[in-house]
């Protein structure tokens, strides 16, 4: 069972928004599933064999676990099909945590996926269902960012991933046919370690990720915040 489950609509949006949080808590000793709704094919030069090839190297980078569904590219709706197919997956690896998609973007398949992801929570523990398994209520949700406008949010908190940026460049690296092959999008590898240098510099740190809670986060003590 995951510890954290983090959900994406394709295939290298959980790495560019959050990959450096992934690789720490892997390196805290977290299970972590990465579950991407669809395979995000098709793409100029991508195929699902390639893009799959291409995830499984990624999660290997990160250390942590991956499950893609076969929901349809370009064509994510929020319906109930999706909300309990994802639903499903909770409930199987019950979860503490769940990230999911930040619900502002152009891409209509993150604005999907972001709601299905949070429908999903609340499906997951329904009783009275075809679905397998207890039902499970993930205690915690927060929002990353992944998106396509050019957005600057006052985050929740920050996660340091100093320690682990290298590894979220070398996730994403492992994304060629998105970030090497296609001329339209070279450079995005080196805009993300500009990023996230960019919230490490707010947080004091040399590299950081920002995250969005949905309900207010709690420490035991003030002293834990820096």
Known sequence: MADAVCVGAHPDDVEIGMGGTVATMVADGADVL??????????PYGTHERRMAEAAEAAAALGCRRLTLDLPNRYLFDCVEARLALAQVLREERPSTLFVPYPEDAHPDHLAASRIAEAARFYAKLTKTDMHGEPH?????YRYMAVHLR??????FLVDISSTLDVKLTALAAYRSQFADNVANAGIVDVMEQTARMWGALGRVDAAEPFFALEAPVVSS???LR
Do not use: N, Q
């Open 34 to 43: 990465i579950v991407d709704l669809t395979d995000g094919e098709p793409t």
């Open 137 to 141: 209520y993930p205690a915690r949700v």
């Open 151 to 156: 957005l600057v949010r006052e985050p929740s």
């Open 222 to 224: 003030v002293l834990e």
